[in-house]
């Protein structure tokens, strides 16, 4: 018996390999410390995943059920016709040769099985069953074929099945199911985003209503302009908030008022009888100067009162105020109660600074500078320096620690210098909330040698020097 030694054919077959699992794409979720997501972002991008996992699975489940079905189908095939032909060599054992369509068969007998060895060695250790296997046509060109395996005591019997096509045919079809993932993802952006924008189009009407309603005295009511749904009912507990902090800020600004208007009119009792008394002949020198304390204090309460009426409003009053005359009665003041303490009070550079601002506010601003200054200096000198836009206040007291400079212009702190000296703490938190009223800046840093230097620059809105 003669033994067929051609090489196996390519045959026209339906495509079919073994299915691959789709690699997915790198993982690019930006950190939360770098990007801001938005709501309207995270609905696209869901959308987005689902529509690519969805179409993904789908294109790996059919990919892998095509291939096991064809594969089945091959290999049903194969192992029918190998049957035959061991059946049919039982028969008629003379006759070994035998044909299958699309199919190339090799039937070698007994005394052909070392003939095996030395055309197809890697065919001589196979046993019975069907094999993937590779191999190089006459042009040097790679293929794919499928291998059935039978061997009896007298005879080895071999299907080839060429696969070369059947990948081809299954890159082809690989790559038309996943430009449909492709299709299919881009068709879930285009839905997320237009989903995206449906849902986010009354919240961000609310959002904008909301903003326009915070500009007017009388908020707005928001639950009327939207349906009984998720966000009308936040825009009705934004409401019932609004309606509640509204309250809170009336009876606030009231009380502010009704304290201003109680507390300015003993006072202005107080001012009218130290005019009174400082008027009267014959006042000795001792009972003036007590006089003239109480008046430079009825006068800060005076300041005091305004400028925390005008914070409580959040209003910003103007005037015209000239900084170095009020640096000049503010030294007065304290010169007045320096008690014997060597330290000299004194105005030096540019005159002429005109501030758009009530002199309350000035003067309780820089009021709260210059009391510090004096406080903490024992000795040496306090100097207001007015410049173009700005006045400093340099003492001589003994510096500032960095946890003073951290913590200064928080409500209630005391300095580590402050042990024994009164106060609450707070002198400096108004000065702050002053500056950011009007738009100043406040500075406090420690001196070039020794003490603190507190500068208060004023907004570009001042006046032009006379």
């Known amino acids: 018996m003669a033994s067929v030694t051609a090489s196996p054919p390519q045959t026209t077959a339906e495509p079919m390999a073994v299915a691959e699992e789709p690699q997915r794409p790198p993982s690019r979720t930006p950190g ?133 096509q059947a990948t081809r045919g299954e890159t082809q079809f690989q790559r038309a199911i996943w430009a449909s993932v492709f299709l299919f993802t881009v068709l879930s952006l285009l839905v997320g985003w237009w989903s995206a924008s449906r849902v986010m189009s009354p919240v961000s009407e609310l959002a904008n209503r909301l903003k326009l309603s915070g500009r007017s005295s009388e908020p707005e009511n928001l639950a009327s302009h939207f349906p009984d749904d998720e966000v009308g009912q936040l825009a009705e507990a934004l409401d019932d908030y609004a309606e509640r902090l509204t309250e809170v800020v009336q009876r606030d600004r009231e009380f ?5 208007h109680e507390l300015r009119t003993p006072l202005a009792v107080v001012k009218g009888a130290v005019e009174l008394l400082l008027s009267r002949p014959g006042v000795d020198d001792k009972t003036r100067n007590r006089l003239l304390r109480i008046q430079r204090a009825e006068q800060q309460c005076t300041d005091l009162i305004s400028a925390l009426l005008l914070l409580s409003r959040n209003e910003r009053g103007h005037g015209a105020t000239d900084v170095a005359r009020v640096a000049e009665q503010l030294l007065d003041a304290h010169r007045a109660q320096l008690g014997g303490k060597p330290l000299e009070l004194r105005v030096e550079g540019e005159q002429g600074l005109i501030v758009d601002a009530p002199e309350a506010a000035v003067s309780v601003a820089l009021g709260n500078l210059i009391g510090n200054a004096v406080k903490y200096s024992n000795e040496g000198e306090v100097v207001v320096r007015l410049g173009r836009k700005s006045v400093a206040v340099i003492d001589s007291g003994p510096g500032l620690s960095a946890e003073d400079a951290a913590k200064l212009f928080e409500r209630g702190y005391r300095g580590t210098h402050a042990a024994h000296s009164q106060g609450g703490g707070i002198g400096l938190s108004i000065v702050r909330r002053l500056c950011a009223l009007y738009g100043w800046e406040v500075q406090v840093r420690p001196g070039e040698q020794r003490g603190v230097v507190a500068t208060l620059a004023f907004a570009d809105d001042v006046f032009p020097r006379v």
């Open 256 to 260: 502010n008022a009704d304290v201003s």
């Open 32 to 164: 939360r410390t770098r990007f801001r997501r938005q709501l309207r972002s995270r609905i696209i991008l869901a959308f987005v995943l689902l529509g690519f996992g969805l179409t993904a699975l789908f294109a790996w489940a059919t990919n892998w059920t095509r291939n096991r079905v064809e594969n089945q189908i091959i290999e049903d095939v194969m192992n029918r016709n190998i049957d035959v032909a061991a059946r049919q060599f039982e028969q008629n054992p003379d006759n070994p040769q035998f044909a299958v369509d699309q199919i190339r068969a090799y039937v070698y007998t007994s005394d052909k099985f070392d003939s095996v060895r030395v055309n197809w060695p890697e065919w001589y250790e196979l046993a019975d069953g069907i094999y993937g296997m590779t191999g190089v046509d006459p042009d040097g060109n790679s293929f794919s074929y499928k291998l059935a395996v039978r061997k009896t005591p007298k005879a080895w019997f071999f299907l080839a099945y060429d696969m070369s």
